[in-house]
């Protein structure tokens, strides 16, 4: 876990001297051709977001991330839709009550596909993004400071607390707690770490009130940064490319539908 409490991994990559603006419209353009273009579409996608991975230089981070949450998560989705989900005719799989068929399948394989590339996109500007980056170049361009506080917030907010909570397990073993023994009494040894863990992100929340009070985060005045954040023509060209190919997904899919 990084100290500054964030996904951000501080490596020189090409991805990471982008703009943050840039590396934000390059998941827009995966997430919504996903979902708002031809389902088919969607597996596709996959290909052009590990190559990012590699040019980031994060893939190390990035397959631990996927190996402990997004699997995982797709996995489970994939199993319940083509379970449950109704309709279809060619039955592959009969499992009791329950019948799997060719139809349900395909959809589950869309949907988790969409899924897959939702949150590998966000996995990637977390891990080439620093979140302080990100909220002074969208609040130069004039988004609302309440606004951006609230996207990083929500940025960080897992982080933050897996770093509180790996604190708060080092102190509770420090004074004998059993967290590495058998399932069940790993279970019981979450009672007192979920309090802790709790009322410390209600009392870091209105610490960092209080904090961006007193820094003038309310202040109706222009605000300056020592750090500026550089925005070259290839960023601005990128970004047009990256809307073009946008509209474009959205055309085909209503010329072939």
Do not use: C
Not at 84 to 93: A, H
Not at 112 to 131: C, D, E, G, K, Q
Not at 163 to 171: D, G, N, V
């Amino acid at each position: 876990m990084n100290l500054n409490r964030s996904f951000f991994v501080p490596v020189n990559s090409p991805l990471h001297n982008l703009n943050p603006l840039t590396k934000l419209a390059l998941v827009f353009s995966m997430i919504l051709p996903a979902f708002l273009s031809l389902p088919q579409l969607a597996p596709f996608l996959a290909i052009p977001i590990l190559i990012a991975v590699f040019i980031g230089r994060v893939q190390k981070q990035y397959f631990n991330l996927l190996l402990k949450l997004v699997l995982p998560t797709i996995l489970f989705m994939f199993v319940m839709q083509s379970l449950f989900l109704p309709g279809g005719e060619t039955v592959i799989l009969n499992l009791g009550i329950f019948d799997v068929t060719r139809e349900s399948m395909q959809s589950a394989f869309y949907t988790v596909s969409r899924i897959f590339v939702m949150i590998s996109s966000f996995a990637i500007l977390l891990l080439t993004t620093h979140p302080s980056e990100l909220m002074s170049d969208l609040t130069r361009r004039g988004l609302p400071g309440q606004f951006a506080y609230v996207i990083i917030s929500t940025l960080q907010i897992l982080p933050q607390m897996q770093a509180k909570a790996q604190t708060i397990i080092a102190a509770q073993r420090s004074r004998g707690l059993d967290t590495e023994s058998s399932f069940r009494k790993r279970i019981g040894s979450l009672v007192p770490l979920v309090g802790p863990l709790v009322f410390g992100s209600l009392v870091e929340v209105e610490e960092r009130a209080i904090a961006i009070e007193a820094r003038g985060f309310t202040s109706k005045r222009i605000k300056t940064s020592l750090h500026e954040i550089p925005d070259p023509a290839f960023d601005k060209i990128l970004r047009g490319i990256l809307v073009i190919l946008v509209i474009a997904s959205f055309v085909l899919n209503l010329w072939l539908s």
